[in-house]
């Protein structure tokens, strides 16, 4: 029985070496704040050019509530995952305690990873919909009501297929592997 623990725990082991680097939170958060400060920058330049509107409003309440949200999530998946990090202070020795321990912190951990994929893609389906219609706006001025509503119900739903297809294989990779450890979890609890 111990060699079974002792497998799982190599396993968990490495997993954490393997996925806890930061690569993934540099790259995203930089994607994030791209999109971020190219809305800003495109909103304030049609401002300027063509006078204050009452859309700009709404899209820089949407950038807000969207960084709301994303630090909320990321805070309560976080917060978990910090729950979880006392398995350092469980004994190694006690094996099925400690295979517990570090299979909980591992899934939390990808958690945190599945959290940010999720919240960085609902930044690009919702800011580069935004980032079009002003950039177009900059350009050629502003838009009537009706070719602004028909113009989001063509982006959108295309903008949206596009990034969640994009986000898609990364999320569906990291889903895979906190399945497969929270199924060994449930083996080492059952044992």
Request: hydrophobic share 45%; net charge neutral.
């Amino acid at each position: 029985m111990d060699n079974d623990f002792d497998k799982v725990i190599q396993k968990a082991q490495t997993g954490l070496y393997q996925y806890s680097d930061s690569d993934d939170i540099s790259a995203l958060t930089v994607c994030m704040l791209f999109i971020v400060i190219l809305s800003l920058v495109i909103i304030g330049a049609v401002t300027i050019r063509y006078g204050f509107h009452n859309k700009y409003i709404l899209f820089i309440l949407l950038i807000v509530g969207l960084f709301v949200n994303y630090r909320l999530k990321m805070g309560a998946a976080t917060a978990l995952n910090l729950s979880k990090a006392n398995y350092k202070s469980i004994d190694p020795m006690d094996k099925k305690t400690f295979a517990i321990g570090i299979l909980e912190y591992l899934s939390t951990g990808i958690g945190i990873k599945i959290t940010r994929i999720k919240g960085v893609s609902l930044f690009f389906k919702l800011l580069v919909p935004v980032f079009m219609i002003c950039s177009y706006e900059f350009c050629y001025g502003f838009m009537t009501t009706q070719r602004l509503l028909v113009s989001l119900l063509i982006i959108y739903p295309i903008n949206y297929f596009v990034w969640t297809a994009y986000f898609s294989e990364e999320k569906f990779e990291f889903q895979l592997l906190q399945d497969e450890y929270d199924r060994n979890y449930r083996e080492v609890v059952d044992s």
